[in-house]
């Protein structure tokens, strides 16, 4: 009896998770599909688009929070592998709903060089499928995109684990068909 409630209690924790998943992934855009065009502002204030790496491949990440450990070793790796991904003609791009303040000052302190941009209204991360509710308080998920320098999107990663994430994604870049 005991271990039935408990089954049924850990079922009852999973179920708006699974839900969760299930609805991002009914309006998540997949591989094949053109990448959402979008401009938000980044962590200088400069206004960014996606238009603005056309003939580049462009590595589209979504993050919870500045400053937060599992989001600055994401973006550590990211910058600590910057160069190979200049090699690539690829730049990295990360999103999250925080301002551009909480950007510039979590660059600041990490040594981030690279495109953090705000999405403080949510459409961005909303058209890309990775918002999500975490306690009453709307953030965006751990989901990444690679563009290819067409605009069109050639791979997904959802729930990323961010202290290998640049690995695979530099993997799977160096794997893609160049022109």
Same mark, same amino acid.
């Given at each position: +009896?005991?271990?039935?409630?408990?089954?049924?209690?850990?079922?009852?924790? @999973?179920? %708006?998770?699974?839900?969760? @998943?299930?609805?991002? &992934?009914? #309006?998540?855009?997949?591989?094949?599909?053109?990448?959402?065009?979008? #401009?938000?502002?980044?962590?200088?204030?400069?206004?960014? &688009?996606?238009?603005?790496?056309? =003939? /580049?491949?462009?590595?589209?990440?979504?993050?919870? /929070?500045?400053?937060?450990?599992?989001? #600055?070793?994401?973006?550590?790796?990211?910058?600590?592998?910057?160069? $190979?991904?200049? *090699?690539?003609?690829?730049?990295?791009?990360?999103?999250?709903?925080?301002?551009?303040?909480?950007? /510039?000052?979590?660059?600041?302190?990490?040594?981030?060089?690279? $495109?953090?941009?705000?999405?403080?209204?949510? $459409?961005?991360?909303? *058209?890309? =499928?990775?918002?999500?509710?975490? =306690?009453?308080?709307?953030?965006?998920?751990?989901?990444?995109?690679?563009?290819? %320098?067409?605009?069109?999107?050639? $791979?997904?990663?959802?729930?990323?684990?961010?202290?290998?994430?640049?690995?695979?994604?530099?993997?799977?870049? &160096?794997? +893609?068909?160049?022109?």
């Amino acid at each position: +009896m005991i271990r039935s409630r408990l089954a049924f209690s850990a079922l009852l924790l @999973t179920v %708006p998770f699974a839900l969760q @998943t299930v609805l991002a &992934s009914e #309006t998540m855009p997949q591989a094949g599909q053109e990448a959402p065009v979008f #401009t938000l502002p980044s962590q200088d204030g400069t206004n960014i &688009s996606l238009a603005d790496f056309r =003939g /580049k491949w462009v590595v589209l990440y979504f993050y919870p /929070k500045d400053g937060t450990p599992g989001c #600055t070793i994401e973006a550590h790796n990211f910058q600590r592998d910057l160069s $190979k991904y200049s *090699q690539e003609n690829a730049v990295i791009v990360g999103v999250s709903v925080d301002t551009t303040g909480s950007h /510039k000052e979590f660059c600041a302190q990490q040594g981030l060089t690279f $495109k953090l941009l705000s999405d403080t209204e949510k $459409k961005v991360v909303s *058209q890309y =499928g990775s918002l999500r509710d975490m =306690g009453g308080t709307q953030i965006a998920s751990r989901n990444t995109f690679l563009i290819n %320098p067409e605009g069109k999107i050639v $791979k997904v990663w959802t729930g990323v684990n961010p202290r290998v994430h640049s690995e695979e994604v530099l993997a799977a870049l &160096s794997g +893609m068909e160049k022109k």
